[in-house]
């Protein structure tokens, strides 16, 4: 191999040099080298070399194989407008096969444009695999959107919650549902669970009979339900009682039902309280096509019945049974 000689020399005058201020191995100052002061100058002094020093340089480097550098192919990105809209058409073109309009499902549930497709198909599969047929599960979405963009590791709890804490009857299962979709679309934790344990509390004990009432909330619908009976003269007790003997009573609205209904009771038909506490099933029938009209005929007539036998009669038994009184009183 050629090599090329360079050579140094190097010569001082008046040069001093001390085995404590330089490493021969190294052939440069030692870091303990002492500067005692910056503030005047002092001579700095080199080691001596050899005066006939040699380096010796290599003309080329040694030769190295060099690998070439192959760069993966770059693939196009698809254009992400165009992917997003082929992937919403693909979207609304499933739900349409199954019979869902997909414009109404946006207008009711609009998280519905990001769900997707393959979480979609997921829940209707199972769905299906639990027996719901295709006219059911439109059904079902129709009256709760948002089962579209539930997970099935959303819904599963649901189920398993009414079968094994709500004692819900594996053949019943379709049933509750069907007549409450609501239910899936609520968390167990959260709204299911808290509801179960409020209407035990108040003795409502067989739930599996009122399962349309386990996706109320307890603090917006149910409690305030019950303080409104106890602001027209029930005691809570009698308000709690009122409610387990008919539960259907959390379903009716205060504005809607129970005020409009209970001043007729009150100043049209001068009834007391203790019949309500009887029969609080009075608030389930139509103010204006039973109540009115059959309180209105016993006026006509001169007669009086108890609550329940004016009400939960047909109107030909109750036809029948005006004539018989009067009759009798005749």
């Given at each position: 191999m050629h090599q090329q000689t360079i050579h140094f020399?190097?010569?001082?005058?008046?040069?001093?040099f001390t085995s404590s201020s330089f490493h021969p191995k190294s052939g440069f100052h030692s870091p303990h080298c002492e500067f005692a002061s910056l503030s005047r100058p002092r001579n700095v002094h080199f080691p001596i070399f050899s005066l006939n020093a040699?380096?010796?340089?290599?003309?080329?480097?040694?030769?190295?194989?060099?690998?070439?550098?192959?760069s993966p192919p770059i693939r196009p990105v698809p254009h992400q407008?165009?992917?997003?809209?082929?992937?919403?058409?693909?979207?609304?073109?499933?739900?349409?096969?199954?019979?869902?309009?997909?414009?109404?499902?946006?207008?009711?549930?609009?998280p519905i444009v990001s769900a997707s497709l393959s979480d979609i198909k997921s829940t209707v599969d199972y769905m299906t695999s639990l027996g719901f047929t295709a006219i059911e599960f439109r059904r079902i979405a129709g009256m709760c959107p948002e089962i579209i963009t539930s997970r099935v590791s959303d819904i599963v709890p649901v189920f398993t919650f009414l079968l094994r804490e709500v004692c819900v009857n594996g053949?019943?299962?379709?049933?509750?549902?069907?007549?409450?979709?609501?239910?899936?679309a609520c968390s167990v934790k959260q709204r299911l669970r808290p509801t179960l344990y409020f209407l035990q509390s108040i003795g409502i004990s067989e739930a599996n009979k009122h399962t349309y009432l386990l996706s109320t909330s307890v603090e917006e619908k149910l409690i305030p339900?019950?303080?409104?009976?106890?602001?027209?003269?029930?005691?809570?007790r009698?308000?709690?009682?009122?409610?387990?003997?008919?539960?259907?009573?959390?379903?009716?609205?205060v504005e809607g039902n129970f005020e409009p209904k209970f001043n007729y009771f009150v100043v049209e038909m001068g009834r007391d309280l203790r019949e309500l506490k009887e029969f609080p099933h009075y608030f389930s029938f139509s103010l204006e096509n039973r109540i009115k009209p059959r309180h209105q005929c016993c006026v006509e007539k001169g007669?009086?019945?108890?609550?329940?036998?004016?009400?939960?009669?047909?109107?030909?038994?109750?036809?029948?049974?005006?004539?018989?009184?009067?009759?009798?009183?005749g």
């Amino acid at each position: 191999m050629h090599q090329q000689t360079i050579h140094f020399l190097f010569t001082t005058s008046n040069s001093s040099f001390t085995s404590s201020s330089f490493h021969p191995k190294s052939g440069f100052h030692s870091p303990h080298c002492e500067f005692a002061s910056l503030s005047r100058p002092r001579n700095v002094h080199f080691p001596i070399f050899s005066l006939n020093a040699t380096l010796c340089l290599p003309l080329k480097l040694p030769h190295t194989s060099e690998v070439p550098t192959i760069s993966p192919p770059i693939r196009p990105v698809p254009h992400q407008p165009n992917l997003r809209r082929s992937q919403f058409r693909e979207k609304m073109l499933y739900l349409e096969s199954i019979g869902l309009d997909f414009v109404s499902l946006i207008n009711h549930n609009p998280p519905i444009v990001s769900a997707s497709l393959s979480d979609i198909k997921s829940t209707v599969d199972y769905m299906t695999s639990l027996g719901f047929t295709a006219i059911e599960f439109r059904r079902i979405a129709g009256m709760c959107p948002e089962i579209i963009t539930s997970r099935v590791s959303d819904i599963v709890p649901v189920f398993t919650f009414l079968l094994r804490e709500v004692c819900v009857n594996g053949s019943d299962l379709k049933r509750v549902i069907n007549r409450r979709p609501r239910l899936l679309a609520c968390s167990v934790k959260q709204r299911l669970r808290p509801t179960l344990y409020f209407l035990q509390s108040i003795g409502i004990s067989e739930a599996n009979k009122h399962t349309y009432l386990l996706s109320t909330s307890v603090e917006e619908k149910l409690i305030p339900r019950i303080e409104y009976f106890e602001n027209i003269g029930f005691s809570h007790r009698d308000a709690v009682s009122m409610f387990r003997r008919f539960p259907q009573l959390f379903n009716y609205s205060v504005e809607g039902n129970f005020e409009p209904k209970f001043n007729y009771f009150v100043v049209e038909m001068g009834r007391d309280l203790r019949e309500l506490k009887e029969f609080p099933h009075y608030f389930s029938f139509s103010l204006e096509n039973r109540i009115k009209p059959r309180h209105q005929c016993c006026v006509e007539k001169g007669v009086c019945f108890p609550l329940p036998v004016l009400l939960k009669m047909s109107e030909a038994q109750f036809r029948d049974r005006v004539e018989v009184l009067l009759s009798s009183i005749g």
